[in-house]
């Protein structure tokens, strides 16, 4: 069986980094499939190649030349080949896009190159055969991916052979290169898993895993050993980010398992998403997978007296928010009152609509809106049908003195989700996270 690899930019940023993509790769003869991205950051001052490529585009569009920008992206490449001691004729590839700026290239075709010329290098590097992503990655005309075909094309074109793919992109419906959105090598690398009916999806990067706090937040939290797809959405829809997040779906179909990766340690297990696990409550007892939060929430609450036996309330509120285009994250109700928790961002430009649609749909006695409001998130599949932990979640945040301000829980019991002032938010994570993880 296969395993397919992905590696982000900052595995890609420097000879020294391929040498330890290599010693990966070679460590085990099931890794026959590698999935790159455009040379990333080697420091925190540095460019990523991407980002240089879009404001290529941006200088060619606007008139303004853009040699000096192209040069720093020439200047990255021969530099990891020159390094590498390999002969790959880059000169030739640059010399084509340089040629393509002249010409109108679309913005899509000049942000693959930087995946294009790190596939390149990777495939001379290893011995591996290089298989451009537009010889298999069909999008259709609305932009999704032509799962059927590609998959079918790939598995032949990797039948027997070890190959080399760059991550991002793929052919358009109307034969021109297309990408991905931001960080979709992530879901090339999926795809490739998904099509080969792979035996893992390692996708390697510069982190031990998913880390069960934010670091920023929490100091040194640890990584996730194990998490479920569900328990990943929930996390990543707070906030918590190490995928691209469309990059589960293809794998989660055949739930092939995903593995994040850390090249720098490559010794480190990281962590392990799969659809589910046969826990084992004796021996693992800690029941959160992860914390995770985001602030700059607002609460819409309306208040009626009787509003709660009105056949049909709901379905008018949500009309309201609906016609003004305003996604509603949590509904914690009340008798008598219905809660709406919306982005106090999106909120703010239309709230004064809002207000009016509601009073007009309801009626109301009152209708209020409190901003400031945080979202904290509990997630963890070992809560489900375990008595008593929301009650410890709740009394860890009180001794504190962290207010509480909603409450909600899914019926799936995989998160139990805390409102709290956005001054509270650090603390109230830290809260959870020393009381459950430490
Ligand atoms: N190089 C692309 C980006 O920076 C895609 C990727 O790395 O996943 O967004």
Redesign the pocket.
Known sequence: MRKVLKF??SSMASAAQYAKVKSIVEADPARTVVVV??AGKRTPEDH?V?DLLYLCHAHMRYGVSCDSVFSMISARYLEIRDDLGLSTDLESELARIRDGLEDDISEDALASR??YLSARLMADYLGFDFVDATEWLRFRMDGTVDQEFSYAALQRLAEGRKIVIP??YGLGADGNIRTFS?????ITGALAAAALDAEIYENWTDVSGILMADPRIVENPEPIPRVTYAELRELSYLGAQVL?EDTIFPVAEKNIPLNIRNTNDPTHPGTIIMERFDDDPDTDRRFITGIAGKKDFAVVSISKKGLSSEVGTMRKVFEVFETHGLAVEYTPNGIDTVCLVVSAKQLQKRSAAIVAGLQEALKPDRIEIADGIAIVAAVGRKMARRPGIAGQIFSALGDEGINIRLISQGPQEVNIIVGVDSRDFNAAVRVLYNSFVR
């Open positions: 982000g930019g991205s455009a990523k991407t930087g995946e991550g991002f931001r960080g979709g090598s992530d691209h």
